[in-house]
Structure formats: structure tokens, C-alpha cells
């Protein structure tokens, strides 16, 4: 029987930001009551809208207990 599958963890990349673009984004996201991360996702995902290319929402993470085995 093979295992279930595991929903696609986000990948983590370091990501080097002019300082004042940093703080633009931090208070943007300030503004909007997200991370950083999720506003720089955020303004991703409106980049490559605007250039025509759809990226859809990856499956989110199960919460909560495990299933009893």
C-alpha cells in the first residue's frame, strides 16, 4: 500500500532586498495585517497576473491531530 502523499511544503530561499524595499514591504504588509513573507508572495503572485501567467493556490497543510492508525 503506498503512502498517502504529503501536501507540497512551501520552499525557503534566501532572498537578499535593498533595505528600503525591505521596509516599503514591511509596511505594506503592516498596512494589510500579513508577514512580510505573505505580502512579498502577495505582490509575486500580482507580478506574474499582470504578465499573463497564472499560478494557481498549492493544496494547504492538514491541521490538527494525526489520524489514529
Same mark, same amino acid.
Given at each position: 500500500?503506498?503512502? =498517502?502523499?504529503? =501536501?507540497?511544503?512551501?520552499?525557503?530561499?534566501? %532572498? *537578499? %532586498?535593498?533595505?528600503?524595499?525591505?521596509?516599503? @514591504?514591511?509596511? %505594506?504588509?503592516?498596512? &494589510?495585517?500579513?508577514? /512580510?513573507? #505573505? &505580502? @512579498?508572495?502577495?505582490?509575486? *503572485?500580482? /507580478?506574474?497576473? #499582470?504578465? !499573463? @501567467? &497564472?499560478?494557481?493556490?498549492?493544496?494547504? $497543510?492538514?491541521? !490538527? *491531530? =494525526? $489520524?489514529?492508525?
Amino acid at each position: 500500500m503506498a503512502a =498517502p502523499e504529503k =501536501p507540497a511544503a512551501k520552499k525557503a530561499f534566501a %532572498l *537578499r %532586498l535593498d533595505p528600503a524595499v525591505h521596509a516599503a @514591504i514591511e509596511r %505594506l504588509a503592516g498596512a &494589510e495585517l500579513r508577514s /512580510a513573507n #505573505a &505580502e @512579498i508572495e502577495v505582490l509575486l *503572485r500580482e /507580478a506574474l497576473k #499582470a504578465r !499573463g @501567467i &497564472e499560478v494557481g493556490q498549492s493544496a494547504k $497543510p492538514r491541521r !490538527g *491531530r =494525526p $489520524p489514529k492508525s
